[in-house]
């Protein structure tokens, strides 16, 4: 199902679609320091700001404790503006970075063009590393011709967050793989807008890793598709205009306030505060939901599969990665780095310092063997695993395409198609403009993009 890898030169990447992302290229380094001295061998370390990141800020000592010749420099920024800086660093061979988080989009795109560390070496002589315990789907996800170029911090597939108090008060019951005409009942039912309170939230912040996540996840289980096997841009179809529609109407009508600039961060803490029935977004959630530090619904909810059409399941599979660009100078000194926050000893760590909440899932089959976290993990460990297992295009589409990913496609171009097309999207959530009207000006971006890949020639 997966055409033939397209190749572009660094220069090409940055051109075809990522120019906001080349003029920050030599941006100025900020973030948090350990304190470097001439003695010691400081590496930079791009990650996205996320609680689990600051968690492993929080107990960088320990890092450091085992490793006292290594000074450790953080670079923490927002997703979209990370997302930029680190590719704009890695494709023009800028060596900032030591290491770089990124996702199962960037892995393979960027392996095959030479820029990532092979990581196969250093896994095979780090003793207890234990590279096996990786979720299969995720660990697959983060290897190019068999050999992994990153290794997970977490993973994740997508599924849906409810009240469950709610749902009983109201004498409604989730199922446990529910259809979005489903969802749409529950909404309209649990909708109440006079006391500040949606039905449900979804993304509308324009971005191909935040709207363009949950959409595209809709866009398959109502039959649609980017592109045929021929590369024929598939944007305009009924499927998609079908799927779009329905999740454009389901979040104007009954999502949460301020909707076409919500991201992850902003409907985590809608929920978090209680302020909605129902959340459909990243299995990831459960670390913040879970969390009595910064939630007020401990207790009250409960985990459903992604919401289907046509398709089995709806999941999307994504994994937060950490790997080692190969302009690094200090690529031992990585590793040990990578090491320490990717191995089993670190979920402990969390567990112990932090809380067991805290600890970053999807990524190793052993976390969810852990006695504490199977027992506070117990109501969503299930759905969340089984997200992941079956988070696969045969599992989740109904026609072939000529591309692999579930909620991206996994070509170079797709970092500025689908943030031009997040940004269609989320006007006609914001209401200004149609579905139709925004999907036939992103069926011409794609086309743009169809072209360099033979379609219509």
């Not at 033939?4 to 948090?32: I, K, M, Q, V, Y």
């Not at 085992?66 to 503006?81: A, G, K, T, W, Y």
């Not at 979720?135 to 290897?143: C, F, G, H, K, V």
């Not at 063997?369 to 089984?386: C, D, K, N, Q």
């Amino acid at each position: 199902m997966t055409g033939t890898p397209h190749r572009l030169s660094r220069r090409s990447l940055l051109s075809a679609g990522l120019g906001a992302a080349a003029g920050a290229a030599a941006f100025g380094l900020t973030g948090c320091s350990t304190g470097g001295r001439g003695d010691r061998e400081q590496i930079v370390v791009a990650i996205v700001s996320n609680p689990q990141m600051q968690d492993a800020m929080g107990l960088i000592s320990h890092f450091r404790n085992q490793h006292p010749h290594i000074d450790v420099r953080f670079v923490s920024l927002p997703e979209n503006e990370a997302r930029a800086k680190i590719t704009a660093s890695v494709a023009s061979g800028g060596g900032e970075f030591d290491v770089v988080m990124i996702s199962n989009y960037e892995t393979p795109i960027w392996a095959a063009q030479g820029w990532l560390t092979d990581l196969e070496p250093y896994i095979g002589n780090t003793e207890g590393y234990d590279d096996g315990d990786f979720i299969p789907t995720i660990r697959e996800a983060l290897s190019y011709e068999g050999r992994q170029h990153a290794v997970p911090f977490y993973g994740e597939s997508s599924f849906l967050v409810y009240r469950e108090d709610l749902f009983a008060q109201a004498g409604l019951e989730m199922p446990q793989q529910p259809t979005w005409d489903q969802i749409r009942e529950f909404a309209s039912a649990l909708h109440n807008p006079d006391a500040g309170f949606s039905g449900i939230a979804l993304r509308g912040l324009a971005g191909w890793g935040e709207n363009l996540a949950p959409i595209n996840t809709v866009i398959n289980t109502f039959g649609g598709r980017w592109f045929t096997p021929d590369w024929e841009p598939m944007l305009n179809s009924p499927e998609v205009v079908d799927a779009v529609s329905t999740y454009v109407d389901t979040v104007r009508t009954w999502g949460q306030p301020g909707a076409a600039t919500s991201g992850y961060g902003e409907c985590m803490t809608h929920f978090n505060q209680g302020n909605t029935a129902m959340w459909y977004d990243a299995s990831a959630m459960v670390s913040g939901i879970e969390d009595p530090r910064s939630s007020t619904v401990v207790g009250t909810t409960n985990y459903a599969l992604a919401p289907v059409m046509e398709t089995d399941y709806a999941g999307w599979l994504y994994a937060w990665s950490l790997a080692v660009p190969e302009t690094s100078q200090h690529k031992q000194a990585a590793w040990d780095f990578i090491t320490w926050m990717t191995h089993p000893d670190y979920f402990q760590l969390v567990g112990n310092e932090v809380s067991w909440e805290a600890l970053p899932p999807g990524s190793r089959a052993s976390t969810y063997e852990i006695p504490e976290y199977a027992e506070i993990s117990s109501h969503y460990a299930e759905p969340t695993l089984t997200s992941m297992e079956n988070a696969t295009q045969e599992n989740s589409m109904v026609h072939q395409v000529p591309y692999d990913g579930l909620q991206f496609v996994a070509i170079p171009e797709f970092q500025d198609l689908g943030t031009r097309v997040g940004q269609q999207l989320s006007a006609a959530i914001a209401g200004q403009q149609s579905v139709p009207e925004a999907l036939e000006q992103s069926q011409r971006f794609a086309e743009s993009v169809a072209r360099t890949y033979g379609w219509g020639s």
